[in-house]
């Protein structure tokens, strides 16, 4: 399941994710925010996607607020959570292939929705590598 979460700063963004995943038919539980209002804060939001996250090892976040900091920050606060701040394809790429990253966090502010788009497909379709970077992975 892909789970989506957002601040006031990323709710546009968000809402152009949503759009593309109707039109292809792909399923997200969208646990918040749900207007451009700042009536709550990203931690909220990026503390209950983890929770989402976490109920099945195939889920997947996809976290927005402003710059992606914050939202990556308190994400990987959880320590079954492996945030990846993504800013083009090639970093969502090594996000997954190398990090085994189950949360792609983006800034609503600094990226256009077609880009957005383009790195949520790579996200979603690239698997992890697994060798040595799970070695790795298990020293987190």
Known sequence: MIILASDHAGFLLKEEIKKFFNKENI??????????????????????GNAKV??????????????????S??????????AALCFDERFAALARQHNDANVLCLPGRFISPRKAIKIVKVFLTTD???GRHA??????
């Open 54 to 71: 976490i109920e099945d090892a195939r889920n997947v976040g996809i976290y927005i607020c402003g710059s992606g900091i914050g939202m």
């Open 27 to 48: 399923i997200a539980i969208d646990v918040g925010c749900y207007s451009r209002e700042q009536l709550d804060d990203y931690p909220d939001f990026a503390k209950a």
């Open 135 to 140: 070695r790795r992975i298990k020293k987190y």
């Open 128 to 130: 992890f590598e697994g």
């Open 73 to 82: 920050i308190v994400a990987n606060r959880n320590p079954k959570i492996r």
